[in-house]
């Protein structure tokens, strides 16, 4: 009898809460090397936790989204949803390399984990405002995060003529 280590593969079916966003976390305690995440889905009358290997996680997403992707065309018709075609040709998921980085976690309940980075911005255009640009990336930043600080620099033109 010959005994396989590998889980078989299974098809998993449940109804979902659309309008419950999924919550994903790191299957590990840290500071140790996440090996797993933890993705939990809220469905009616349930809430379903499944453990993807991270090296995987990309993947699964990616033919998660392509599945969603076709089901709401073909449910809906949305003329604007995307085609199988437009699925295929876009770039693998693997592809994608965020670079190094470091997962900081607050203290305690009260005190919220803070991160420091710099971002350089090179934009080209006929006619540029420092001010303008500064105002637009603050804008896009503290909509999109918890920014507690932002601080911009006015940077230095590298072409062209400033008046």
């Known amino acids: 009898m010959n005994f396989d280590p590998r889980p078989a593969t299974v098809e998993l079916r449940f109804a979902i809460d659309a309008t419950e966003a999924p919550l994903v976390y790191p299957d590990t305690a840290y500071p140790e090397p996440v090996e797993h995440l933890a993705v939990e889905v809220a469905g009616p009358a349930l809430v379903a936790t499944l453990v993807v290997p991270i090296a995987d996680a990309r993947s699964w997403a990616g033919a998660l989204f392509d599945a969603v992707a076709v089901a709401h065309r073909e449910s809906t018709g949305d003329p604007h949803a995307l085609s199988d075609y437009e699925l295929a040709s876009m770039p693998h998921p693997d592809a994608y390399d965020p670079g190094p980085g470091v997962v900081v976690v607050g ?55 400033a008046r």
């Open 107 to 161: 203290a305690d309940d009260a005190t919220p984990a803070r991160v420091r980075f710099h971002i350089a911005v090179d934009i080209d255009g006929h006619c540029l405002t420092t001010a303008s640009l500064r105002a637009a990336v603050v804008e896009a930043l503290t909509a999109r995060f918890n920014t507690t600080r932002v601080a911009v620099s006015s940077g230095t033109p590298l072409a062209g003529r």
